[in-house]
Each structure stands twice: as structure tokens, then as C-alpha cells.
């Protein structure tokens, strides 16, 4: 089993449609939980992070995390064309804190 | 300007050569990481270096070295290029805040091996 798991996608939603975002992870010694978001043909940058359980927002983004089921989600409300990109989930913890990956998942938001 | 950057961004080279990646950063971070990125597989660690005198493997170092010349810059090398390292490759630094890690990654570099 992967230490951290996403869907692919790819996910299609038109324009203002809520958009759910997850991944799953097995590694319980994380405590950091980020999402980057690359647009194509750039590299990722940090959209948001939470640290151990419970909910962020920041704007129309939404982070939580449930540390007892190991799943994280990224919420994104009344979703824009520019919100199309990968989002990538990112975990941490343990003695050097290193980051894990998931895979990305590629969002288009259709106008 | 762009305080990780890469270069080249785009290379394409051939079976058997060598070539240079290289990275350069003004962020002041000691950390700095290697990535590639291939359709379907993610962003997967090849080296990262905690400072000028650590280095590490990451999960696929066979075919690549890296050298960190000083703070500011890290080179990933492909001593003998093979199709299979064609990819997308990233160069990231970190800043450590506390255990929060934030990675920022340069533009990446774009590289075909025929």
C-alpha cells in the first residue's frame, strides 16, 4: 500500500460547482497536511496546510483533515476557469519531515 | 525575478549522453530537493541535500548524482541518458518553520531522451 493515495481524475465541473478533492494516507505519524496546485507547465506551489485534524478555510478553499480515517479533503466553493490545475496532496512527519506526495488530481472548471 | 530557477528548461538529448540539470536559488534555504514527474506516477524524490555536506537518495536515484556546489545551487546529472529518464524535473528548496515544511519549486526543466 502507498503511503498516500489520490484519484487521478481527471474531474470536469462547470463553472461554480463545489469541487471535493481527496486523498487517502497510511503513514499515521504524519501531522502536516498541504495541497499545491500546479498550474500546466509550471511548478506547484502551496495552496494551503492544516496541521493534525480539523478544518482551514482561506477564501473559497476549504482543507480538513480526519487523522482517525487517514483522509484529507480539499473544498472549493463557487469554483473559477483559474481554479484548473493539478492539485497535489502533501503530508509530513516523523524524525525529518520530508514531504509525501499523492499523485495529483487534474481539475478543469468549464466556464 | 524568480527566486528558484532552472536551467535549462527545455533539453533534448540522446541515448548514452551526459547532461547537466542544474538549480539556483535566492531564497536562503538549506534544503533542497530533485523531482521528476511522469503522467500517471506523480512527483517521485530522486535526491535531496539538508545542507552543502548532506546528501541523500531519494526513492529513484539509480542513473542520476547530484552535486550541491554551495548553498545556492544543486545539480542533478544523468551520467548516461536513457529514454525511460524522459520527464518533467523539478528542483525545490524548503524552509522549515518549526516541523512545517513548505517546498517551493522552480519552473522545471523539460527533458527528452531519444
Known amino acids: 500500500q502507498k503511503e498516500v493515495e489520490q484519484d487521478p481524475g481527471p474531474l470536469s465541473v462547470p463553472e461554480g460547482a463545489i469541487v471535493s478533492l481527496n486523498c487517502t494516507y497510511s503513514?499515521?505519524?504524519?501531522?502536516?497536511f498541504m495541497w499545491y496546485r500546479q498550474y500546466s507547465r509550471k511548478g506547484p506551489e502551496l495552496l494551503m496546510y492544516?496541521?493534525?485534524?480539523g478544518n482551514k478555510e482561506d477564501g473559497r478553499f476549504t482543507a480538513q483533515v480526519d487523522k482517525s480515517s487517514k483522509y484529507i479533503s480539499l473544498f472549493i466553493r463557487d469554483s473559477q476557469p483559474s481554479d484548473s490545475a493539478t492539485y497535489l496532496c502533501?503530508?509530513?512527519?516523523?524524525?525529518?519531515?520530508?514531504?509525501?506526495f499523492g499523485k495529483g488530481t487534474l481539475l478543469t472548471v468549464n466556464p | 525575478d524568480a527566486d528558484v530557477t532552472q536551467t535549462p528548461r527545455n533539453r533534448i538529448t540522446k541515448t548514452g549522453k551526459r547532461i547537466m540539470l542544474e538549480c539556483s536559488q535566492t531564497?536562503?534555504?538549506?534544503?533542497m530537493y530533485w523531482y521528476r514527474q511522469d503522467p500517471g506516477l506523480g512527483l517521485r524524490l530522486i535526491y535531496y541535500?539538508?545542507?552543502?555536506?548532506?546528501?541523500n537518495k531519494g526513492e529513484i536515484s539509480d542513473g542520476y548524482s547530484v552535486s550541491r556546489q554551495a548553498q545556492a545551487k544543486f545539480s542533478l546529472s544523468l551520467e548516461s541518458a536513457i529514454p525511460n529518464q524522459t520527464a518533467l524535473y523539478f528542483c525545490?528548496?524548503?524552509?522549515?518553520?518549526?516541523?512545517?515544511?513548505?517546498?517551493?519549486f522552480g519552473p522545471g526543466t523539460r527533458l527528452l531522451v531519444l
Open positions: 525545490a528548496t524548503s524552509d522549515r518553520t518549526g516541523r512545517l515544511e513548505t517546498q517551493y
Open positions: 503513514n499515521s505519524a504524519f501531522q502536516y
Open positions: 492544516t496541521y493534525s485534524s
Open positions: 502533501a503530508m509530513s512527519g516523523g524524525s525529518n519531515y520530508k514531504l509525501t
Open positions: 531564497k536562503g534555504h538549506d534544503r
Open positions: 541535500s539538508f545542507d552543502v555536506k548532506d546528501i
